[in-house]
C-alpha cells in the first residue's frame, strides 16, 4: 500500500501559535483515497531542518506533501529547499509572474518587488495553481517517489488540494485500500453512543467505527480496508446502515452535512423561511445559518437583542415579563421568538438567551443556563440548557448548534 | 542555545481524527522557559517509525518530549522503543505497581491484567508520577540528551508537565535565551509590511521578525535571542516601539490583543455603546463583538438583515434606495448604519452588505464587492472592499473584520 508523509514548514507551529491543522486535514483527505499517513515532520524555517526533513520522509513515503513557506517573504524557503534536495537549480518562469502580477493588477495594487520570488520553481518540476493567492504550488516527481508543495494557508492549501491533486488522485487504480466516511450527530454524549455502538467501537474491527468530539458534535469515522474500493464502500454502507438504525434521530447526515445545511435543507424542502433572535450567542446563529451559499432562499433575517431595552422595543418582548423573569428566561426566550414571526412574517424562528459567562451567573442562573426557543407557526416549545463548566465560546457554540439541532427536530428529521 | 524536539505517537495523530495539541501546547510551554522547539515528529504505533523519529530528534534537540504511547493495550510501544532507543532492557518496577493497583483500587476496579505493563521502564530511567492516570511518565538522559516521556491524554501530559517538569525547567539558570512576542496589523498585505519593515525580516537577524497570515489580520512574531530573558524583553521591546513607528495605525496591538478586543476597549474608554447592521455577514460581526467578556457594557445589539423587506421595514432603507442602487451599495450601507444608530440610539454603529458567494455576482457587482459603513455620532463614512476571489468563508471573515478594523481607526487607534 502507498503511503504518504507531510512535512508542515513554518515558525509559527513550533511557538505554540498556530496548529499545525494542514497535516490533520490533509491526512483525513488522502485517508478518502486509501493512502494513510505514516509521519508528520514539523519544522521551523530552517533550511536545512527543512533538506532533512524531506529526505526522512522520502524514505518512508511514496507522496510527500509540504505546506507551508511559499510566500513571498525571506523567511519562506520551500522553493530553494525543494531545489536543494532535489539536486537541481531554481528557475525563473515568466508565465508565474504573469498571473502573480494580474493578482495585484485587479486589486489595483503594483505588485511587489519581493513576490518576484514567487515565480521560482526547481528545475524539471510542475506548478500548482493557486487560484486564490500570489504562492503557485510545486509538484515533483524524484526517483519515483511525488512531491506536492503547497501554500501554509489553509484555504489555498485546501483550494489547490481539492482542484488540482484530488482529481489526480482519484485516478490512480489498484492496490489495497483503507477508506473512512462519517455519520454526523448531535445530541447525545460521546459515551452515550459508545455504550448502544458497542462492538463496533473495539479495536481491531473492520469497519471500525471511532469517534471525534467538537463540543456536542459527534462525528462517528467508519473506516473499512479491503481489495478494491468497491468492497470497502459496500462494508461502509453497510455499517451506516446499522448506525442509523441504532442511533435514530441523532444521526443528522451520513453525507458530511453540516447542521446548518441539514436544517437548510429541510426548510426547503418544506418551503418555509426562518428568523433569528438571539442574545447570548450575538449573532453567532446568524452566521452558522449563512455559512451555506444560498442561505438567502429561506432566512429571512434576525435581530441581536444583547440589550434589555431592544428585546422590548425591537422584539415587543413585555418590560413585566423581563423584570418579573429576567432576560435569561424560558419566557423570554419564548416571547423573542414570537416577536421574530411577527415581525418578520417568517414561518418559523429560533430564539436563545442565556450567561455565557465567564462573568454574570448566580446560584439561581449559574454561567451556562441557556434558553432556546422554537416557534414553527403557532406552535412554541422553548428548552433549557445547562452547558456548564465550558468556556465562553463553547458555551456559545453549543447553545448556537443546539438550536439548530431542535429546530432539525421539530421539523421532522 | 539549548533546543526541544517533540515526539508525538498515535495512529489516532495520522488519520484525519485528533488535532496533535499536545505539540502546539508543549512548544508554546516551552518557549516561556527560552527554550524554542526545532521539530515535531508525528508517528503512528509502529515501532522502527517511533525509534527513527527518536533518533532524528536527538540529532537537533537538547530536550526530547514524547508524547503517546504509555497506555495498557497492544499498540502502546514508548516503552519498549525508548528501551530499545536507548540500548537497554525494560524493568519491572514493583511500586509502579502498587501506584497503578492503588489507583484501580480507589475506584473499586480489580486491576485488568494488561495495565501491568505500565509498570516497566527502561532501565536506568526515571520514573515521572502521573497523579491522574494509570500510565507513569518516563525520564531518561543519554548523551547529553533528556528525554521525557508523557501520556498523550492532554490532561495527563499537562498536569504531568506543570507538577513534575516545569519546576525542574524553572530551576535551569543561565544559558542563552529565545523569546517570542506579537505585534497584531490589519489593513496591509503580507507584502507590504515586508517591504516597510524591510530587513528587520531578513533572515539571520536578531531580533528576528517573521510574519504569519490568517485572513487579513497578519501577526508579526519577533524573536529575540539573548544571554538571559531581561535583554531579551529589552531587545523586543525596542523592535517592537520601532515596528509601530514604521507600521503606524496599521498595528491594532502589541499586546496580543484581538480586533474586537481592541475595539472594545476603545468603546470602553471613550463611553460610546455601539450597533450593528448586517447583511452578508449574516451576524458575525456580532459574534465577534460578544466573543469578548463583558461587551455588553458597550454592544447595543443589531439586526441580520439579510432580505431587503427587513432592511426598509426595520432599519428604515428607503426602498427607492434599494430599487435604485441595489442592497449592495453605498447608498443602502449607509443608510444601514444610520438606521442602526436611529433605532438603538447608539453612538456609533458599523453596517455591511456584500457578495459573497459563491452565487449572486455580476459584471458590475461581483462576488467579493462590499460595502462597510460607519457611523459615528452625525459622521457617516462608507468603503468600497473588492475582496474577490476569496471562498465565501473568507469573504465574510474579511469583511468582517475589516468593518471592525475601520471602526477601530475612526475611533482614533
Known sequence: MKRACIVSIGNELLNGRTVDTNAHWLSGQLLTFGIPTCGVWVVGDEMDRIVSSLTEAAKVGDFIFITGGLGPTDDDLTRQAMADFLGVELEFRQELLDIIEAFFT??????????????????GANVIDNPIGTAPGIYAVAAGKEYFCLPGVPVEM????????????????????S???????????????AQQLGDMMKRGRNPLVNCTVNGGDITLHIVAEAADFETARQMIAERKRQI????????YSTEDKTLPEVVGQLLRQKKMTLATAESCTGGLVGKLITDVP?????????????????????????????KKYGAVSEQVAGAMAQGAVRRTGADAAIAITGIAG??????????????????????L??????????????????AALSALNLLRLKLGV
Open 358 to 379: 465567564p462573568d454574570g451567573g448566580t446560584e439561581q442562573k449559574p454561567v451556562g443556563l441557556v434558553y432556546i426557543a422554537v416557534q414553527i407557526g403557532k406552535n
Open 158 to 177: 485546501r483550494r489547490m488540494f481539492d482542484d488540482m491533486i484530488r482529481p489526480r488522485l482519484k485516478n490512480r487504480q489498484g492496490g489495497p485500500v
Open 381 to 398: 416549545e422553548v428548552r433549557e440548557f445547562r452547558f456548564a463548566p465550558l468556556s465562553r465560546e463553547m458555551i456559545r457554540q453549543r
Open 244 to 251: 442509523v438504525g441504532i442511533l435514530g434521530s441523532i444521526v
Open 179 to 193: 477508506l473512512t466516511e462519517r455519520v454526523s450527530c448531535y445530541g447525545a454524549g460521546e459515551s452515550i453512543i
Open 294 to 322: 444560498g442561505s438567502s432562499g429561506y432566512y429571512r433575517g434576525g435581530w441581536v437583542t444583547y440589550s434589555n431595552e431592544l428585546k422590548n422595543r425591537e422584539l415587543g418582548v413585555p418590560e413585566e415579563r423581563l
Open 106 to 123: 485587479s486589486r489595483k495594487i503594483v505588485t511587489p518587488s519581493i513576490n518576484r520570488m514567487q515565480a521560482m520553481i526547481p528545475k
